[in-house]
């Protein structure tokens, strides 16, 4: 017998770190974006995710159509429990999408307006992303698999600071990000910022690590518990920050990026391992969460003939577009 | 001031379906043309047929981007507002739902950005193939969706143990008793809305002289269609008809306004049904005639209202008055197409005349019958979410409360209202800018990111630029 639920867990697993490493960075150019020296600087940033950004919102769709496919319960409690922070994402990811399209379009006036709707729709995002985070090291409060919370439950000052957390991690992962593909001036100005990001990540990071215990029991228990093995990963994410903040001083232009991405893989990989199994925290497992084994078998067929094609198409994207790109050139 | 959850995530899921349902309706059919023109002109060599498909691929790629930016909000209501009935019935519609957003991007990944930017830089033949990917990729897309929404009037295959669903044949329950009326209804809607857009704008084209050649071919072809095609749905949408008397037969009596079961059923032309009365306060109708079309006897017996429970017989009055916009815009699209047909009997269908300068007006004609028909059948449901399975009540969020509906309503509205006039004023833009436009993706129009609503190229004040290294070379 085959556990289809465990090849779902690992199919969702690895939707959700794909979306959140690459469209984290599209994110935090857009973060990042009033902070932008001058108009031309923003021009160039824009330039530099524009071929990428809806490839990679992908990954979210795909993500949660596969909950409602294989873990029902997930997106049955999850999204009632965040039900307005859902509609903050939805909101401000539509507006930087419908942003990124009309900015280039519009007159000079209206410029102004679509640079604020995509500064604004990023960062709205990725506070509510990261506040998702946050109601999930909380757990939510259920009866017989139905959420029976409030409507504000997600927002406490712990799931705020997990929230401006997973921002700043964005904004640093889009300045790592801007090092990697421009050069001169808009380079200079993101070797000057990346630090300061790092440094507020780390903080947040060194935060939440000894709140999240006094938040959680079980995560208490996990911790201490398995206290050799688990400890590896928060140890594997500061070696990241490390590599990052010496590859900036060193000058290297493609390594702080891949170490953040691996700061962000370690942290996720260190979350999945304090909640493992529990999918909807504190009750939930994955198994209780699990669609029907037939149900699961057959959205697998699909979902595994089209993951290999989305991600053929990313990597060739990402071929088509590499290498610096320089003022006044290509999309408008 | 309470708000029924209920209520209000009815007229959320309302809202954010009709201000979805018109994209794919017009790119579904758009799609198919777009293939047809790349097919004749691979065939002739014509380039009338490049010039037309260049200019419908741009109004594609829009239109296309906007379906697509609405349906990842579609995708979330069902567990925002519906937890109970997504729970339940996760697991047939789960995967059914996952198939169509899995359809829509491999769609999206493999072909599109070959239909839209790889005109010139790939071999005509790959173009053509690309194409038609996309047609059948939007008709694949579209098959899941009324899947899952066929199943929720006429469930079958599937039972429900412990409150959960259980599928227990997967090809009954995908080809359930009314799927196949509806996926042919909703194909052919999707024909005639493209067939009848294209034919407004053709028709505004030739009034302004604005690429005559090319717009009298356009004009020509969406009139056959339409000549075709109006009649052939209202067809459709009596056998469909016919099959929601069989399963659905409140609905039908709703949509007919009629509260006792009886024989000699007059057809209703206007009407004012009342709940409270459970009868209609005021009727004009042609006589038997009811019960002609439905049982093909004037003395035939057609089920009423009333055979349900108050507390389970739909909004008859939204039922009725939505059915009878569609209707009376299906017949208005048969007059036009006889209308066509008369003008080309007579040599003057390119005359400028008052007929070109109908046929923009009838632009908004297919898409308004659309949402009428979806009114139509989704309120005809109420109150159950799954027939006779699942009520609202049951289906809805437990912790939704009143105002949180409220509010993302509102939410909802405002940001919709934004989007949906920067992308309306867009798709005017490219309509103004006429067929002489650059295509997106050749030298002139600089290179571009490949993404759907770029495809529409650039307008205004956009100064061209150098091409990108590396771009579709």
Redesign the interface.
Known sequence: MIDFTMIWAAIIAFGVIMYVLMDGFDLGVGILYPLAPDEESRDIMMNTV??????N??W???G???L???F??V???????L??G??LL??G???R??A???R????RERKHFWSVAFAGGSAVAALAQGIVVGSYIQGYQTEN???????FDWLTPFTLLTGVGLLIGYALLGSTWIIMKTEGPVQEWAYRIAPKLLAGVLGIFLIISFWTPLVDEFVRQRWMDTLSLIWLLPAGALGCAYLVMRAIRRRDEGIPFVATMGLFVFTYLGLLASKWPYVVPPDYTLYDAA??P??QA??LV??L??IP??LA?TAW?Y?????K?RA????? | MEFDPVLISRLQFAFVVSFHAIFPVFTIGLASYIALLEGLHFKTGNPLWAQLSRFWTKVFAVAF?MGV?SG??M??Q???NW??F??AS??????I???????A??L???FLGVLLFGRDKVPRGTHLFAACMVALGTFVSAFWILVANSWMHTPAGAEFRDGIL??TS?TEAIFNPSFPYRFTHMAVASFLTGSFVVAGVSAWYLLKGHRVEANKKALSMCLWMILFLAPAQAVIGDFHGLNTLEYQPTKLAAMEGNWETQSNVPLLLFALPSKEAQGNLFEVGIPSLASIILTHHADGVVPGINEASPAEQPPVSIVFWSFRAMVGIGFLMIAIGLWGLVLRMRRQLYEPGLFHRTLPFMIAAPFIAVVAGWVTTESGRAPWLVYGMLSFAEGV?????GW?AV??LI??MA?YA??YA??GY?LWQVVKGGMDGSEPGSDEA?????????GGG???????????????T
């Open positions: 524009a071929p990428f950004w809806d490839g919102e992908t979210l769709v795909l949660g159509a596969g409602l496919g294989a029902p319960l997106y049955s409690v999850l999204l009632p429990a039900y307005l859902v509609f939805l909101a990811l539509i507006f999408g419908v990124f399209e009309f280039f379009k519009a007159s698999m139905v959420y029976t919370g409030g409507a669609s029907a037939e149900s057959f959205l699909g979902v003939f089209v094609v989305v198409y994207t071929w088509v577009f590499r290498g790109v006044g050139e290509g999309y408008h | 981007g930016v990842i909000v995708s979330f069902f567990g925002t937890s109970n997504a729970q996760a697991n047939f519609l789960g995967p739902l996952s198939y169509e957003v899995v359809t991007f491999f999206e990944a493999a259980h599928v997967w969020t437990p912790s939704l409360s949180m509010v993302s939410g909802y940001v934004v989007v920067a992308g867009y600089g290179a571009h990111p490949k993404r759907p609503l770029s650039p307008i205004g004040d956009a100064a061209p630029a150098a091409p990108l290294k590396g771009d579709w």
